[in-house]
């Protein structure tokens, strides 16, 4: 078993920042790819960003490219995800979770943090 803990989020206000981290318990970023999802009340699981397994390549979604900027630390084994010039529509809980291979499907994650909110007023 992976274990994925996130933490950092919180309330802000609208054009403000929050970053989030994801600790893994084990050599994570060797084996397996990383990413952020979303979920807001009444709505499907949304794709956030990644990274690759490699680490070489990193994806995001239309909604928060130029805002969102996933990173790692492979010493600390920490994945991020610095969100700057939030929107209310950010608002949602966000999960870590690894995934065998790259992938934007969340069906194809095996292994997920137990989220941390995000809550982003006007």
């Known amino acids: 078993q992976v274990q994925l803990v996130e933490s950092g989020g919180g309330l802000v206000q609208a054009g403000g920042s929050l970053r989030l981290s994801c600790a893994a318990s084990g050599r994570t970023f060797s084996m397996y790819a990383m990413g952020w999802f979303r979920q807001a009340p009444g709505k499907e699981r949304e794709f956030v960003a990644a990274f690759s397994r490699s680490g070489g390549s990193t994806y995001y979604a239309d909604s928060v490219k130029g805002r969102f900027t996933i990173s790692r630390d492979s010493v600390m084994n920490t994945v991020y995800l610095q969100m700057n010039s939030l929107k209310p529509e950010d608002t949602a809980v966000y999960y870590c979770?690894?995934?065998?291979?790259?992938?934007?499907?969340?069906?194809?994650?095996?292994?997920w943090g137990q989220g941390t909110q995000v809550t982003v007023s006007s």
């Open positions: 979770a690894a995934a065998r291979r790259t992938t934007m499907l969340s069906n194809e994650y095996t292994y």
